[in-house]
Structure formats: C-alpha cells, structure tokens
C-alpha cells in the first residue's frame, strides 16, 4: 500500500535525525527570524474574494510549521489586512498563489525580493508554472510544503536557499501536525472569515481530470488521516467553542474516493453532533445508503461537478466517475436525507452547442438543484487541458484565470453564443419564480439567501464582464 510505504519511509527519516537537526540550527540561531505569511486577494473582476471567506488551510499549516522555529506574523488581504511596502521587519516573506491572484503575488513578492528578503512562491500557480514564478522569488514551493518542511527550515536557518523545494516522497497525512488556527482567528478582521472550519481528511485524487491541476499538486497518491486524528480535531474544535453544533468543510480534492474510508468515518462523524459539506465526486453516490449515512452524519450540502449533460463532453474530459444515468438518482437519494446540493455546470466546449444550455435547464429545474454555479472552461496553465488548448487560448492574463472569463472559442457555438446562452441560463435558473420552484419546501438558510442574492447578479449579467 502506498500509505504504508510512505509511512515506513517517514519512520525513517525521523531516525535519521532531520528533526533534532532543525533543533541544533534553531538553537544556534542569535535570534529567532522573522516570517511574513501572505494570502493575496485576487484582481478579477467577478465576486471571488467578497463577503466571507474560507480560513487559507493551507497557509494556515504553513504558519503552524514555521511557528515552531521562528517568529510568524501572518497577512489575509482577502479579509482587509494590508501587505506592506517596507518589508525591513522580517527576513522571510511566503506568499501563496492561485492562477487568478498570481500577478498580484508576484508584485508582492518582486518588491520584497527588491528588498533583499528570502521570498517564498508557494500554492497551485508556482507549482504549476515553477519556470515563471523563479523569476519573482528565492524559491519555489512545489507541492505541498509539510513534505519539504525539514529542509526549507534548514536551508533557511543556514542561509543557503535552493530555487525548488520538491519532495521526492509525500508524507503519509498521519505524520503531519495538526493546523494551528489561532493565526487566523486572532486577526483583527477574522469576522470577515467563513463560520465554515476548513478541514482535511484526504488528500489527492487518482482520477485525472484533464482540466485539473491535483494531479501535478500530488501526484496521482490518494492519502488519507486516520479517522481518529479527523475525529479528534472536530472534538478540539467543540471544546474551543463550548457547543457540539460546529458546522465545517472538507476541504479534500475527493474525499470519497475510497468508499469504505469515507462510510467509515461518517459513521464515527454521526456521534458528535456536526454538520458538515464537501466537494464529492459521484463515483459512488447513486447508492443509497451513502446519502442516508451522510444524512445521519451531518451533512448540510454536498458540492457536486455534474460538469455537463453531454456524454460526449464527459468523455472528452475523463470524467469517468460521471455517468448521466445517475444523475437523477443521486440527487434524489441526497433529497431524500434533507441534504443540499450545490451543482457545477461548465459552458464553452468544442462540443457544447444551444441544446447544452436547455439540457441543462431541464435538469436543475426538474431535480431542484438548490445552488447551481456555472462557469466557463478554463484550461489552467500545467494541465493536460492547457497544452491541448494553448494555441487557442485568447490570452495569459491570470486576472481572468477565474473560470468565469472567456478563454476560446467553442468549434461548434462561437464566443458570442456562448456568451448569450450562458447569460441567459444563468438567469433564467436564479429569476424569482424559478427560485422558489427550485427552493420550496426547503429549509429558510443561507441557501435561500445566496440565491437571492444570485438574482440581483445575474440580472446585471453582460457579455462584456465576461471577455
């Protein structure tokens, strides 16, 4: 089992002594040195980055390794915190990075490189475009940054940097600590984060979409925590807000992909009393004892990619968990157990035409998907879908990288049918008597309100925000 390797080969390094090295150089160390931790607001121009949002687990994990070692201040621009200009208080600046804020990570991290700081590129982008991003850094996080830890920390504290850090082996999810939250929660502008707890149970997904970028983040591993660690936390986080009713999202690229892993867990998730969403892939979810065990465990909402209603789209992207004969049955199993569903629907293939947008009217109006979310074929640079498409994409302003911008032309519609027809499905689906055909009966929740709140948008909707 590759969990098993990847545990034995942890077990080993840690003989080996990488821990109490870091503990010899800290303690060499005439004081401890400073980190900046930065999460960057986007440029685009659609509602990415307002209202709330999800606590950066990832840099959050980043702040609780560094922590140990150095002195960590930690920056959301995101929630209102302002990057500065004079970086002279600290020696590392880590930024991390989407595709649709990376030219603002790199202004960041340029001025801070100007200035004469280790600058640290980390995050899906530099990942994918390690090339690009050495141009703007000292170094570039490849993956995730808890299987390099040991030897950033050690290179950093002898002053010695490598421009990647790229781990030969991932660390099996059970070796890795637990994120510290506090670096998020005691901002002054936490109130404008998410109530939601991200957590993680899983990472990875063997699947291989074409036009996703987890393969390349980690391979094509499926790990997994123990469900007792995953357990554990949600009981800490009970404990730190005095009330069992915690609501949190799995921030896992497919945490079913293993079924008996995922039932299992639900089970143990059923005796603490929390509610709970996820991204989920429908490999398994036309079965209907696992809507009623998620039921039962408390789930609120389950995020779903239908993607398209065309086979022929379905197949063209490897989306082989996707089977149209149980798109009906899965939605009316999560019904049936009071759970919600948001649904992802993508417009602009080569084999998209007008029939596509009113197949998939028909199916969220006659399944009553509560929050459908609809977006444009984005082919994201590192992908397999972006070396297929990079001859025809329009541009490579990472601005507009945002799944909601126009990147080609579709051989069989056009870009300016395209645009009509995604315009004119997004209203149609969130005008009002839609809205309470799809929503009634339904519990009053946020739900509701962000359809709502999808009415006001879409009626401002033109093909111009879009290009």
């Not at 781990?167 to 929660?185: H, I, N, R, V």
């Not at 006659?366 to 994409?393: A, C, H, Q, W």
């Not at 519609?413 to 929503?439: C, D, H, P, T």
């Amino acid at each position: 089992m590759l969990a098993d390797d990847l545990q034995t080969a942890e077990s080993a390094s840690l003989t080996n002594g990488a821990a109490p090295t870091l503990e010899k150089l800290a303690a060499e160390q005439k004081s401890r040195k400073k980190w900046l931790l930065v999460q960057p607001r986007s440029q685009t121009s659609m509602m990415v980055d307002s209202g709330t949002v999800s606590m950066p687990l990832n840099l959050i994990m980043v702040a609780t390794l560094a922590s140990k070692y150095f002195d960590v201040t930690f920056l959301d621009e995101r929630t209102g915190d302002t990057i500065p200009q004079d970086f002279s208080g600290y020696d590392v600046v880590a930024i991390t990075s989407r595709t649709l804020n990376a030219k603002n990570a790199y202004s960041i991290a340029d001025r801070a490189k100007a200035q004469g700081k280790i600058v640290l590129l980390g995050g899906v982008h530099p990942t994918m475009l390690q090339e690009e991003a050495s141009s703007h850094c000292t170094s570039v996080i490849y993956g995730e940054i808890e299987s390099i830890w040991e030897a950033l920390a050690a290179d950093i504290f002898r002053g010695k940097m490598k421009s990647a850090y790229k781990a030969s082996e991932l660390k099996p999810m059970t070796a890795m600590t637990p994120p510290d939250f506090s670096f998020a929660l005691n901002s002054p502008h936490a109130k404008k984060y998410s109530q939601l707890i991200p957590i993680l149970a899983t990472k990875g997904c063997p699947v291989g979409c074409s036009f996703c970028t987890t393969p390349t983040v980690y391979g094509k591993s499926f790990r997994y925590r123990e469900m007792d660690l995953v357990l554990n936390e949600m009981r800490a986080h009970q404990d730190r807000l005095g009330k069992k009713l915690v609501r949190f999202s799995f921030m896992d690229d497919n945490i079913s992909f293993r079924p008996q892993y995922f039932t299992d867990l639900l089970e143990g998730m059923a005796t603490l009393g929390v509610r709970w969403n996820a991204n989920i892939s429908m490999n398994f979810l036309h079965k209907p004892e696992v809507a009623e065990i998620a039921g039962r465990s408390g789930c609120d909402l389950m995020s779903i990619g239908f993607e398209s209603l065309n086979p022929d789209i379905l197949k063209s992207m490897n989306k082989g968990s996707n089977r149209l004969q149980n798109y009906a049955n899965v939605v009316s199993n999560l019904h049936k157990h009071k759970i919600a569903i948001q649904g992802y629907f993508m417009f602009g293939f080569d084999d998209d035409n007008e029939k596509s947008f009113q197949a998939t009217y028909d199916f969220i109006m006659e399944n009553r998907i509560e929050f459908p979310v609809f977006s444009l074929v984005t082919p994201f640079p590192g992908t397999p879908y972006f070396e297929e498409m990079k001859d025809r994409v329009r541009h490579l302003d990472w601005d507009k990288y945002d799944t909601y911008h126009f990147m080609f032309e579709p051989k069989k519609l056009g870009g300016e049918k395209l645009l009509e027809n995604f315009i004119k499905l997004q209203r149609e689906v969130y005008k009002g008597s839609a809205i309470m055909k799809r929503m009634q009966g339904k519990p009053l929740n946020w739900v509701w309100f962000v359809n709502f709140l999808m009415n006001r948008f879409t009626r401002k909707l033109t093909p111009e925000i879009y290009l």
